[in-house]
């Protein structure tokens, strides 16, 4: 007895369209984005950090007079987060740290 595989066309054009956009999407972001890069002083700064979160502004920054003086004004922030995640008996240790810096400067 033959296979009836008309009922399956209209699944097999769907799924070849999923494909090929996905495809397509995935060449798409492959020529718009660039190759990363690890910087281990970077690395090393990520991992010097305490936890929890911190929010500061440079000495030489801080302070009205040095505001009005100055033709930048810097904001730092940093924060970090360790747990340990228990899930059916395996361990996964999250470790979560990001540097961020929000600088303004006048233009005269």
């Given amino acids: 007895m033959p ?24 060449r798409w972001m492959k020529a ?10 970077a690395e090393d700064a990520l991992d010097d950090l305490g936890e ?11 302070g009205p007079e040095a505001a009005e003086s100055a033709k930048v004004s810097q904001t730092n922030t940093t924060g970090r987060m360790i ?17 961020a810096r929000f600088r303004v400067s006048k233009d005269e």
């Fill in 3 to 26: 296979l009836p595989l008309a009922p399956l066309l209209p699944i097999a054009l769907r799924l070849g369209v999923v494909a090929t956009a996905g495809y397509a999407v995935k």
């Fill in 32 to 41: 718009r984005s660039f190759p990363g890069r690890s910087d281990q002083r």
């Fill in 52 to 62: 929890g979160l911190s929010l500061h502004r440079p000495k030489n920054l801080a």
């Fill in 83 to 99: 747990r340990v995640i228990r899930i059916g008996g395996r361990q996964y240790h999250l470790d979560a740290a990001f540097m």
